[in-house]
């Protein structure tokens, strides 16, 4: 074992102790070296209970298989963001999210470091926020309206595919059947979901949206599903997000980035509308209503296996794909127009419009973040503008020294862009391609007339 010198040892303890997490220590023989007050916290126990002695014999209930200090030890590879229930030498179950380490000294393991997070705090966090959101769908009916901001009238457009896709989804809103939303960030894809619960029989119910990339995977299960009383320290009964939208709407954004195993569990509900609170033994019968939404093609999301096939073809009952605003070039300006009009109200400004310089420009550029994109520029264009007119020198500074600026009067120099070009038409062919074969990906290579392996290939680089 590498020895230290007293003064090595003194300020290696004091920065261990200075950190807000929990730091446990052993050596190879499973022997606690190290043990901060916070992690002692953590584990309801006293430093001195666990400082110097065997780890088992502290935490009782822990075995070399469970514990996840001695299994790195064992095999010396790391554990990253792993769950870890136990009980400590009273009794007492303990919930933490641990990241456990091997300690090298060149290449012989003389040790391992575990840093822990206190899972029941961090769901009794969690409990909060479904309180608060148990709250907002508390009273009369005119509050439960308050969710939903928007209605299809809200999404202007001139583009006749877009037209034609919010007709669709007006008479499609009337089932209950599930419904997938495609659309790349910006697109407008929750405006979309929550024109479809107005114009459904639910819109008196609730609208609860729940991005599934803004909670960590280890609380989610519990936010969807809620809590069961003693499944964890201080835990109590707590309905989930699918129990506060009984009778309503459940919209879930980015669900490509839940956990496959939690992904199970929602097909399950969606099969036969009943779920179970984490650490419960109950079936709970809910009418839900469930909208996704991916900013992922789900052919993409199927090929890099972050979507669970049985519960795409579930959701896939109805499906829509939200047009990206370079291929609906003609609502380019028209909702610049709608745009201007808005925050002339807002704002009190008398804008007329935009120069043809700045014209050309929003024609010719790519609008990588789509209508809310747009949306903000002009929005900081009218706060800026001191003319009756939008010109090119009001743009934000990124834009106004994008690489590709226009250089013609007639014609934006992006458009002339060979490379970029190609790269979208690609992108847009591959896209309907999957699309008409239903994200089968040896038709949709037969239809671009290409190796499967290509189109895999293709499908991978356009993955955001």
Known sequence: MVQLTALTQEVLSAILKSIDEGIHVVNTDGKTIFYNEVAAKHDGMDVKEVQGKYLIDAFPSLTKESSTLLKVIKTGKPIFNQTQ???????????????????????????????????????????????????????????????????????????????????????LAKSDSPI?????????????????????????????????????????????????????TGAVDRKGLFELADGGTLFLDELHTMPIELQAKLLRVLEDGMVRKVGGSQNI??????????????????????????????????????????????????????????FNRKL???????????????????????VRELKHTIEYMMNVCEDKFLKFEDLPHMLKHHPDPPKSKSVPAESLSLRKNIEALEKSLIRNALDLCDGNVNQAAKLLEIPRQTLQYKMKKMTP
């Open 85 to 171: 229930v136990y009980l400590n030498i009273h009794g007492t179950r303990i919930d933490t999210i641990n990241t456990t380490l091997p300690i090298l000294l060149g290449e012989e393991i003389i040790g391992a470091v575990e840093i822990a997070k206190d899972y029941s705090r961090m769901k009794l966090l969690a409990e909060s926020l479904l309180d608060l959101q148990k709250g907002l769908n508390k009273g009369s009916r005119k509050k439960v309206l308050k969710q939903v901001n928007y209605t299809f009238g809200d999404l202007v457009s001139v583009n006749p595919a877009f037209i034609s896709m919010k007709d669709e989804a007006r008479k």
């Open 180 to 232: 997938l939303v495609y659309g790349e960030s910006g697109t407008g894809k929750e405006l979309f979901v929550q024109g479809i619960h107005h114009e459904s029989h639910r819109s008196s119910g609730a609208f609860i949206a729940q991005n599934c990339a803004a909670i960590p995977e280890t609380l989610l299960e519990s936010i969807l599903f809620g809590t069961a009383k003693g499944s964890y």
């Open 285 to 342: 019968s809910v009418d839900v209503r469930v909208i996704a939404a991916m900013n992922v093609h789900p052919s993409i999301a199927l090929q890099n296996q972050v979507l669970r096939s049985d519960l795409f073809y579930r959701l896939n009952v109805f499906t829509f794909s939200l047009l990206p605003l370079r291929d609906r070039k003609d609502d380019i300006l028209f909702l610049t127009d709608y745009f201007i009009k808005e």
């Open 348 to 370: 009190a400004k008398d804008i007329h419009g935009m120069e043809k310089k700045l014209e050309l420009f929003f024609t010719g550029y790519h609008w990588p973040g789509n």
